[in-house]
């Protein structure tokens, strides 16, 4: 069955760049959403598509997709983007998939 | 503006159905441009599909899951039901509806209930 792999836990500096990739096979037709969510609250969407995002979101977050590779790219982390990022998307099926998430501590 | 919002028991016991309402306002479920949908999350744990719903009467659901869920709408009441037979302690967790987009390359939430905790238990 399809997958998509996360690192469980990334850090960076205040104002430092991250980049958190998920991984898997659907990715390489079908591209990867992003969501945002902080503790006791619903996720939020950052990115969608090729590399769009929803207005309210700030252009540091930004999206790309390689192979089978998607990555989440915060350029200048602020304390404010700590939170725990999932990556998600669909298979061929219409069947939908999240990563297992990713912690992001801004040091 | 859209606004979902999930209601139902908070408690559900073992092998019982765990039955949630998602109701929605600012917009319509009958739309041929959305599709929606139900994730949950246990606690401490990362999200996880269930299913998604279109036009009423087309359904998706994660083949872990599909033996024991049921999603269905009422456009008349503009909300959209889950239904998770055969509960147990696993199925405790926040669950949340949410609007989608879905296309030929893609699938995205871009709005979400806040969420309500089910608790399995005796």
């Known amino acids: 069955s399809s997958e998509l792999t996360q690192d469980p836990v990334v850090s960076v500096a205040l104002g430092q760049t991250v980049r958190i990739t998920c991984q898997g096979d659907?990715?390489?037709?079908?591209?990867a959403t992003w969501y945002q969510q902080k503790p006791r609250q619903a996720p939020v969407l950052v990115i969608y598509?090729?590399?769009s995002r929803p207005s309210a979101i700030p252009d540091r977050f930004s999206g790309s997709t390689s192979g089978n590779t998607a990555s989440l790219t915060i350029t200048g982390a602020q304390a404010e983007d700590e939170a725990d990022y999932y990556c998600h998307s669909r298979d061929s099926s219409g069947h939908q998939l999240f990563g297992g998430g990713t912690k992001v501590t801004v040091l | 503006q859209l606004h979902l919002q999930e209601s139902g028991p908070g408690l559900v016991k073992p092998s019982e159905t765990l039955s949630l309402t998602c109701s929605v306002s600012?917009?319509?479920?009958?739309?041929?441009?959305?599709?929606w949908g139900w994730v949950r999350q246990p606690p401490g744990k990362g999200l996880e599909w269930i299913g998604t719903?279109?036009?009423?009467?087309?359904?998706y659901y994660n083949p872990s899951l599909k033996s024991r869920v049921t999603i269905s709408a009422d456009t008349s009441k503009n909300q959209f039901s889950l239904k998770l037979d055969s509960v147990i302690a696993a199925d405790t967790a926040v669950y949340y509806c949410a609007r989608q987009a879905f296309d030929v390359l893609i699938a995205y939430y871009d709005n979400w209930g806040r969420g309500t905790l089910v608790t399995v238990s005796s």
């Open positions: 659907t990715l390489g037709n079908y591209y």
């Open positions: 600012g917009g319509s479920i009958n739309t041929a441009a959305f599709y």
């Open positions: 598509g090729e590399n």
């Open positions: 719903i279109f036009q009423s009467r087309n359904t």
